[in-house]
């Protein structure tokens, strides 16, 4: 049906797919192929956000086809590891090319199965292929270094891959996540057994039979899925050298502590409730964008959003209208409508906790200024889809829960402040420590204000910008490790020394 559909005229293809797809294929990739999970266990149902259909089943992965996952892994591993930075570059290039020539069809799988726009999508899928390209051009350059030492000896050091990793992926960018994490690990030489969110299975695996035509050895990238269970049978394999988790505090906790048994490495990009202050001095409008980019991209479900919006008192009133005049014309519905900016929320639990913060958020006292309700697209066929208006949050202060607590759904939270000391010390007053914004036409105090943010990512005068060359990460309760540009590098590989004497041992002896 894809295929076909890529070559009609793109609002005919987007409009005509909502509601019609079912994925019948298995949904795990091993050696290569597609494939049934050997010790499958219960049945998962798939969704499609937008409908509320189910649209696949995926049966979770148990502890015989994990093995049978990673041992594939390990066998490519040994094939994959000998090649040179230049050949493995060659077929992450090749990889970037075939994402790119295939973007319509991978962006539209992922709004079926995600639910953000289509808009949104193409995005995501060109910062993938960017993503492998930027890694292709990383691989050929991997070096060690040489170390002249007395007497003519000297050393050296090798960077080498660490084995099979595991990748544990969220469902707010399948596709994207998968090749943050694959990326990097191909180019430096390791396998990678990736497990998507058991909401978002069926991107990824386009993705794992893409490295394949691309040329890597089968089995170097292969996909189980499941929930809980699968993954903790992944965290404890004895063969896995290292874990790269996106996602919650909670579950990121946990895959730390099975890590430690085994003493693993782990890379952890958990949650957050970032900072975004605007000064009065800003370019009012550029800070509306930027407020509105912070909050409602993926229907808000970003962990880097800035949800707690300071502003300084001066131009609330004038920022707040603003920002409230522009979410209220922000088109909610069909994601594949060329036209829709918001599509549908992940599931329909997760809509009922984004709604319960909401009304929690009344009784504390906070005023909806406008959306937060539940929204029925005319179209029949969207009827039990998972949608809401986006919502901003007025007369908020600073022990609301909707201020403490990551809700990872479109609501924004705005909070005045009347001095830079202030906002900076409300604004790291939090367990988490992912992203912050700043925007002021003040060049020298964004920077002072940047230094004092307690974040990984920070932006200035924009905000949820990820060029794939930066690297991404958190402080405190948002995690540890680096995805993205050179510093993922360190976390895909390790370093051995040699120590080569050229004269005689002399002993102490």
Known sequence: LLPRLCALPPSLAMSSVTGTITVQQPLNYRAGVRVQPADGGQAEEVYEPATGRVISKLLCSGEKEVDLAVQSAKAAFKIWSQ???MERSRVLLEAARIIREQREEIATLETINNGKSIFEARVDIDISWQCLEYYAGLAGSLAGEHIQLPGGSFGYTRREPLGVCVGIGAWNYPFQIACWKSAPALACGNAMVFKPSPFTPISVVRLAEIFTEAGVPKGLFNVVQGGVATGQFLCHHPDVAKISFTGSVPTGIKIMEMAAKGIKPVTLELGGKSP??????????NAVNGALMANFLTQGEVCCNGTRVFVERKILDAFTKEVVKRTQKIKVGDPLLEDTRMGALINRPHLDRVQGFIKQAKEQGAEVLCGGDLYVPDDPKLKNGYYMRPCVLGNCTDDMTCVKEEIFGPVMSILPFDTEEEAVERANNTKFGLAGGVFTRDIQKAHRVVAALKAGMCFINNYNISPVELPFGGYKASGFGR????????????????????GDVESVF
């Open 83 to 85: 090649m040179s930075g």
């Open 276 to 285: 975004l202050i605007i000064f009065s001095d800003c370019a009012l409008e």
């Open 483 to 502: 995805e993205n540009g050179r510093a993922a590098i360190e976390y895909y590989s390790q370093l051995k020394t040699v120590c080569v004497e050229m």
